[in-house]
């Protein structure tokens, strides 16, 4: 196979790590696409436990669980996110598994509470998901109030900081706008692992708050789906934060992945997704994320140029274009990474089915073309980056 050009000099990645893999916990109902597409994926946790090992067995790093409390997008089933985690991580040997978590509906020291148990119990594979939010209606039920864009953003920084202080300090201190925390000491705290001295913190969010905060403090920044201009934008920006704050943040770009044998079939399959659309959920969830990136001032972020179809896939899925052949996906997952994506979240029609064809047709061919990147390309990612390990 052939490697496609280079493109953007601009990487935060050590191309010489090999590229990691999340899949989306489908642990709310109607799967991960708003379409009456038949979905041979099941919401419950006989399947997602079946599922889980599965995909530790085919290549994958990380799960990614996802948190709502009550219908969008579909979705009208939901399970819980950080209990659901833990039962996954209890149920799997590898597999780190990521709680997604709204700052604002959870105070900072009792999440740290929970994630140094699950951590404890996982030995070193829980990670958390803080997402900022974009669904007002579900705070205004749990009635929460609900912050203007950019504040959100200063109480998501906020409670990573209190996070990682209660993780790693003894009497941790803190005394915000939005939190406070006294003389508190984490016993047992998580594990301190080779790999990072505390459970990951990834963080969803595209705006420019979000790429300021990712900069300054988290370890991941998710992008929602993405063509390669729109993951070298994110990159540039997420990079100039975090190099202003010495550190290194990895980047995670999501996908619907749909292969098949021929690029026809997959083709055919995004075309039914479409034409089966649940119009109404659709249109209801595209005014719903208007509170998003849009609500900003200068309104950048997450979706605010989703078409109809691409909101389909909730998170922008299909515009990564991860649909043909084994070989074609494979190629450009790697001319990803080549732009500086340390790991894809992918998110599939028929869960196990083509999870297992990801790992037996797909991932073989994305590691042959990782291990032909040229040296010279290597050793300038490498030297541009810290090492390998995780921790900041
Ligand atoms: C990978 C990823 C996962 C997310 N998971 C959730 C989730 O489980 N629940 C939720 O309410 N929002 C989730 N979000 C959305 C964020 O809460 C946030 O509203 C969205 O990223 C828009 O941010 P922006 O305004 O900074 O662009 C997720 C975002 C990303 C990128």
């Known amino acids: 196979m052939s490697l496609p050009p280079a493109a953007s000099p601009s990487s935060s990645s050590s191309l010489a790590e090999p590229l990691r893999f999340a899949y989306w916990v489908p642990n709310v109902s109607g799967g991960l696409v708003t379409s009456k597409i038949e979905q041979r994926t099941d919401w419950g946790y006989d399947y997602n436990r079946e599922l889980a090992v599965l995909a530790e067995n085919n290549g994958f790093d990380y799960a990614l669980s996802q948190v709502r409390y009550m219908a969008s997008y579909g979705a009208e089933y939901q399970h819980e996110s950080t209990s659901f985690s833990l039962a996954l991580l209890l149920a799997t040997e590898r597999l780190k598994v990521i709680a997604a978590v709204h700052p604002g509906l959870w105070h900072p020291g009792v999440l740290a509470k929970l994630g140094a148990t699950a951590d404890q119990l996982s030995h070193g594979r829980f990670a958390v998901n803080v997402v900022s939010g974009w669904f007002k209606d579900e705070f205004t039920a749990l009635g929460e109030p609900w912050l203007e864009h950019d504040e959100r953003y200063r109480r998501s920084e906020e409670f990573i900081r209190a996070l990682r202080a209660v993780w790693t300090e003894d009497h941790a201190e803190l005394a ?29 969010g595209n705006s420019t708050a979000a790429r300021a905060m990712a900069g300054r403090v988290s370890d991941w920044y998710f992008s929602n789906g993405k063509d390669f201009d729109g993951v ?33 079939e997959a083709r055919e399959v995004l075309r039914e997704i479409v034409a089966k659309a649940d119009t109404e959920a659709v249109h209801g969830f595209g005014a719903a994320v208007r509170q998003a990136g849009r609500s900003a001032a ?3 972020g997450m979706w605010q140029d989703s078409s109809f179809e691409d909101l389909v896939q909730y998170n922008d899925g299909f515009r990564t274009g991860l649909i043909g052949t084994p070989e074609q996906i494979a190629e450009r997952i790697v001319a990803y990474k080549r732009r500086g994506v340390d790991l894809l979240l992918l998110g599939f029609l028929h869960y196990l089915e083509e999870v297992e064809y990801f790992g037996r047709r797909v991932l073989p061919l994305v590691r042959e073309l990782e291990a032909e990147l040229p ?3 290597l050793t300038e990612a490498g030297a541009a980056v810290k090492p390998v390990a995780l921790r900041a």
């Open 232 to 264: 070298t934008e994110q990159i540039r920006d997420v990079r100039a934060s975090a190099d202003a704050a010495g550190r290194r943040v990895r980047f995670g770009l999501n996908g619907f992945l749909i292969a098949r044998d021929t690029e026809a």
């Open 298 to 300: 200068d309104g950048k």
């Open 176 to 204: 915000g706008d939005f939190y406070r925390i006294r003389d508190f000491s984490l016993k047992p705290k998580p594990l301190n692992t080779p790999e990072r001295p505390h459970p990951e913190i990834f963080q969803g």
């Open 375 to 377: 040296e010279a390309e």
